[in-house]
């Protein structure tokens, strides 16, 4: 449900640039993502924490905005989704005995992507260059499935588990860009290797930048269609009688001309 809301909103967004805009250009990006937290394992509650995050992908549409003849800014809206894996594994007291239980679960989030791009070298076939992104996150959905293994199977972990992931999330990443086109017809293909830094993903880590991120982003850049519309305006009645009315004044004029005598040369 949350793709095909996305994918319907993207010909929404179009509609609230200008049309006639020069040098504005859409980006569709696809990116998979590898996420690294800044710890591994840790002890909660008595019980040993393993984290393993798994990989990610990002599909998105940008919209640039021209600054200078080597820079241009652009925001941007797309779907992030993130897949990991927790292990809790200790002595669970229902049981008093040694169990694992493990979480793997995918995060879908709302991604806001605003960028600053500037261009080291022009050429005719393409461009390279650096592109700094600011991406906020809001956590649209959720899916986990649960496998319980030992003293966990008999206790009540699946029954009181509850998603501790962050509603909200955002991250910095330095993109080195790399397009490859035809400059006439404004259409190219990027191929750009990023590194980032980026909040947790549960509540427990707060907006503490303790992820790492890397990954790379293949896009289509084109340029921006233009369309025009012409508005086909109905006579106004009041002006079309003035022109009748100068019209025939001057029908007058040319047969008073035309009628005045002549003088004679004595």
Known sequence: M???????????????FPAEATGNFIRLDYSPIMIRAGYSGRLVNG???NLDFRNGNYFG????????????LSFGLGLTRIGFQKETQGIFPETNTYGLAAVTQRNDYWTFPASFYYSFARRTN?????RLSYVPCVLGGTRAEISLLGGAEQSSFAADYRDDSQPFRHSLLLYITNMLGNRKRSLFLGLDPFIGIGSGFFKSDGVKLNTMSFGISFNLQFNMPRISIDLERKPDPKQIQKQNELKQKQKEIEEQLKNKPKKSRS
């Open 2 to 16: 949350l793709r095909k809301t996305v994918l319907l909103f993207f010909p929404l967004l179009l509609l609230l």
């Open 47 to 49: 019980f040993y924490e």
């Open 61 to 72: 549409l940008n919209y640039s905005i021209p600054l200078t003849r080597s820079s241009s």
């Open 126 to 130: 393409g461009n390279s260059g650096i």
